[in-house]
């Protein structure tokens, strides 16, 4: 409910989002659409009306190395033996008895419960996937939207700057 001349509260993801968007071009690059946006900036736009908008994502997953059963147990033993300091330091700043016997325990305890939990990971998947590797979700295209009360404003505005680029649509 919102109450005579205030605005009615916005979902958080509100401020993303324009009225009526209208695209102004679609760009390979991310840097040309910024270019174009930084360029309706230079020119006194209200560029608090455009959007940049990643499109045609694809995810790319690049193969880091071959996961063998030493990398695996190595991994786990390591984030074990981090895990097992990190909760030893936490009981010896807290504990009463003595520091050193409590932070080397945890660390033994980590460092076994991180190699037979990733062998245990390892093992449930009967290597089905015996590589490590990283992944990111990125775009292909960019498209610049504006509200469309401004849109026509905005593509004269581009129209006149030097290698205008891809032809913008109507």
């Known amino acids: 409910m919102s109450t005579p001349g205030m605005s ?14 209208m695209s102004l071009g679609v760009f390979d690059q991310y840097a040309d659409a ?3 946006v930084d360029y309706l900036s230079d020119h006194e736009f209200p560029v608090q009306n455009c959007m940049i908008v990643g499109t045609e994502l694809k995810q790319v997953e690049r193969v880091t190395g071959r996961l063998t059963w030493g990398r ?19 009981f010896a700043m807290f504990g009463t008895g003595d520091t ?26 009967r290597g089905q996937r015996d590589f490590t590797s990283v992944s ?13 009360k401004l849109a026509d404003r905005a593509r004269e505005l581009l129209a006149q700057r030097p290698g205008a ?3 913008l649509t109507h």
């Open 100 to 125: 050193l016997p409590t932070v080397i325990s945890t660390v033994i305890f980590g460092a076994i419960f991180g190699a037979v939990w990733a062998a245990f990971g390892y093992g449930v998947s």
């Open 72 to 90: 695996v147990l190595v991994g786990g033993l390591l984030s074990g033996v981090w895990l097992g300091a990190f909760v030893g330091l936490i």
């Open 165 to 167: 680029g891809p032809s």
């Open 136 to 148: 990111q979700v990125i775009a292909t295209k960019y498209e610049v939207l504006v509200e469309h």
């Open 8 to 21: 009615p509260m916005r979902p958080p993801s509100a401020g993303l989002a324009l009225e009526y968007p």
């Open 34 to 36: 910024q270019r174009a």
